[in-house]
Nanobody
Framework: QVQLVESGGGLVQAGGSLRLSCAAS????????MGWFRQAPGKEREFVAA????????YYADSVKDRFTVSRDNAKNTVYLEMNSLKPEDTAVYYC??????????????????WGHGTQVTVSS
């Protein structure tokens, strides 16, 4: 069982930056593809970004492309989401996720194997 713990959320003004971290308990972390999802109030959870187990491939939702960067440090069992040029519409609970492939992460939330509990990101205008 993989346990995922997010951190780094908070309140930031529009145009600002935040870096989210997700620490994994599993020592085989490096074999998992990792991803980030978010859920805004009254909306469904949506895919944000994913990274392959090697870190060599990354994928982004169109809404965050060129503003967010996903990365990972397999030695630290940690995946990151660097968020720049934040907008009020980025306000949501952000969830870390793990699965065997980036394709499973990108296909949507229902099939994802492991989830964190989420961290709140609030962007004020």
């Amino acid at each position: 069982q993989v346990q995922l713990v997010e951190s780094g959320g908070g309140l930031v003004q529009a145009g600002g930056s935040l870096r989210l971290s997700c620490a994994a308990s599993e020592r085989t972390f490096s074999s998992f593809a990792m991803g980030w999802f978010r859920q805004a109030p009254g909306k469904e959870r949506e895919f944000v970004a994913a990274i392959s187990w090697t870190g060599g491939s990354t994928y982004y939702a169109d809404s965050v492309k060129d503003r967010f960067t996903v990365s990972r440090d397999n030695a630290k069992n940690t995946v990151y989401l660097e968020m720049n040029s934040l907008k009020p519409e980025d306000t949501a609970v952000y969830y870390c996720a793990a699965d065997s492939t980036t394709a499973r992460l990108r296909s949507g939330g229902a099939a994802v194997s492991y989830w964190g509990h989420g961290t709140q990101v609030t962007v004020s205008s």
